[in-house]
């Protein structure tokens, strides 16, 4: 039996890393799936992979008005919205002596103005007894050096997470986070590290995680999986580490 039959996703950030492997294995277990991203050419190659079931729209996850429009298509398209996934994330680590305005405003704006609102303007689609997931990190309950602006919006996002569990339980509602370690996706690409400086952080991540080792997406993604299914009917609330080890030692 398929784990998400009936059940309709909205997935921020879809067209790549932990948010196209979910989208990919939501439609494998009966889901319909909306995906959003910022470049149609990467929400199309995203939606040659994930196949039937799905719509993609392009929207910035940092606009409200964008989101909102979103959601409205993902309504238009499939009734209703079951499962919201808030995965689209940006991560740039620079000590706080080199952070501007323009990079506190822009990793505030993607990793927590945008879903706070998605959530708001997601709300009255929702069903009684529908799943809000956020993507936070295991950056957001530590104090690992240049993560200083990273780690607060996901620490943000995961207090917002929990306040919502006791707003929304009259609707069933449950919201939890999931807080990654070091996964292997395109969001270290996109820092424009030096190859000589990814490796230190890379080394620096492996001497961390007690596992030794890059998560993958499939690993991540099928925990959501099991957050946002019946089978997780009473956990609410919670950040759920997913990472090795690396957040508990
Ligand atoms: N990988 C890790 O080690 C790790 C660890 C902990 C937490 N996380 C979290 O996991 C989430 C997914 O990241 P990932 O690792 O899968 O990286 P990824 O492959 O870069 O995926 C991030 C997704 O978010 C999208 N996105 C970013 N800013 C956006 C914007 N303004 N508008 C629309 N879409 C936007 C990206 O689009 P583009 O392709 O256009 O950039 C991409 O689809 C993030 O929230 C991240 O913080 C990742």
């Known amino acids: 039996m398929n784990r998400l039959d009936g059940k309709v996703a909205l997935i921020t950030?879809?067209?790549s890393?932990?948010?196209l492997a979910t989208a990919r294995l939501f439609v494998q277990q009966g889901a319909k799936v909306?995906?959003?991203?910022?470049r149609q050419v990467a929400l199309d190659e995203a939606m040659a992979l994930i196949g039937e079931n799905a719509i993609s729209i392009l929207a910035d996850a940092s606009s409200i008005s964008a989101n909102k429009e979103a959601i409205k298509q993902t309504v238009e398209a499939f009734g209703k919205i079951d499962i919201l996934f808030l995965n689209a994330g940006i991560a740039k680590f620079?000590?706080?002596s080199h952070i501007s305005e323009e990079h506190f405003d822009e990793h505030f704006n993607t990793n927590v103005k945008g879903p706070f609102f998605t959530i708001k303007e997601a709300l009255p689609y929702m069903n009684d007894g529908g799943t809000i997931i956020s993507n936070t990190s295991v950056a957001g309950g530590k104090g690992y050096v240049g993560t200083s602006v990273y780690a607060a919006t996901k620490a943000a996002l995961r207090s917002l997470s929990r306040v919502l569990a006791n707003e929304l339980a009259a609707k069933n509602i449950r919201t939890m986070s999931i807080a990654p370690g070091p996964v292997t996706t395109a969001i270290f690409s996109k820092m424009k590290l030096s190859n000589e400086e990814f490796d230190v952080m890379e080394q620096q991540f492996l001497d961390q995680?007690?596992?030794?080792?890059?998560?993958?997406c499939d690993?991540?993604?099928?925990?959501?999986?099991?957050m946002a299914s019946d089978a997780a009917s009473y956990i609410n609330g919670i950040e759920l580490n997913v990472d090795g080890g690396m957040s508990q030692v």
């Open 209 to 216: 995680v007690p596992l030794g080792r890059f998560g993958s």
């Open 94 to 96: 620079l000590p706080i």
């Open 219 to 226: 690993e991540i993604a099928e925990t959501v999986l099991f």
């Open 17 to 19: 890393g932990i948010g």
């Open 34 to 38: 909306a995906i959003t991203g910022r």
């Open 13 to 15: 950030g879809g067209n």
